[in-house]
């Protein structure tokens, strides 16, 4: 898979982020909740990801940017594992305090029960 997030993978619009928002099912871990529903795009056939992180959570630009950065490369790596759905991904309090690592395990979790959840 090219090391690309391309505009097919993303949620660009505020309708997309409404319908998973209104749609929603929850999965959280420390640090982040994902929200997701079954993709309404039927020319979509891959998941698509939108991101909110919030400066109230992370007040400076380069925290955020890293915590998208590695929210992005985590859902590159397992999109082909995922199903046909849109998700956002939302910061909570406390992500800042995270470490690398631990953000990278967050993130990680959080997908794979997203999956696991696909599989039932």
Do not use: W
């Not at 391309?6 to 929850?26: H, I, T, Y």
């Not at 020319?43 to 007040?59: D, E, P, Q, W, Y």
């Amino acid at each position: 898979m090219p090391a690309k997030f391309s505009r097919s993978l993303r949620l660009l619009d505020a309708r997309d982020f409404g319908l998973v928002f209104k749609n929603q099912r929850r999965i959280s871990v420390r640090g982040f909740s994902l929200y997701h529903a079954a993709s309404t795009n039927n020319l979509v056939v891959t998941s698509r990801l939108g991101l909110a992180v919030s400066k109230k959570h992370a007040k400076r630009a380069v925290s955020r940017n890293l915590i998208k950065r590695l929210i992005r490369e985590s859902f590159r790596q397992q999109s082909d594992q995922l199903p046909n759905i849109d998700c956002v991904v939302v910061t909570r309090p406390g992500v800042i305090n995270l470490s690398r690592c631990e953000l990278h395990q967050a993130i990680k979790l959080l997908f794979e029960r997203l999956r696991s959840l696909q599989l039932t």
